[in-house]
Nanobody, 118 residues
Framework: QVHLVESGGGSVQPGGPLRLSCTASGSIATTYIMGWYRQAPGKPRELVAIRTSGGFTNYADSVKGRFSLSRDNAKSTIFLDMASLNADDTAVYYC????????????WGQGTQVTVSS
């Protein structure tokens, strides 16, 4: 069983930074894809950034240059460093994990709210 625990959400002013963390526990395969998705009110869930166990990282166009995804393998934790936040970044952010070979199966965290407002 895999469990994902997120932290770091909150309220921030436009232009400000915020860091999200997600720690995975349980039976984690050595080959995986891990990252973040977000869902704003009335909109579908969308990809923010993902990283493979091999180190490949992919970002949504809307966050390129502002968000950075990193990981601490020893702690099975990934971090999403967000900068230059704007109102469009307001959403519930979900940590996501997919394990080889069942990449069609998604593990999700409980979600953490990020609100960008003055």
């Amino acid at each position: 069983q895999v469990h994902l625990v997120e932290s770091g959400g909150g309220s921030v002013q436009p232009g400000g930074p915020l860091r999200l963390s997600c720690t995975a526990s349980g039976s984690i395969a050595t080959t995986y894809i891990m990252g973040w998705y977000r869902q704003a009110p009335g909109k579908p869930r969308e990809l923010v950034a993902i990283r493979t166990s091999g180190g490949f990282t992919n970002y949504a166009d809307s966050v390129k240059g502002r968000f950075s995804l990193s990981r601490d393998n020893a702690k099975s934790t990934i971090f999403l460093d967000m900068a230059s936040l704007n109102a469009d970044d307001t959403a519930v952010y979900y940590c996501n994990l997919r394990l080889w070979p069942n990449y069609d199966f998604n593990y999700w965290g409980q979600g953490t709210q990020v609100t960008v407002s003055s």
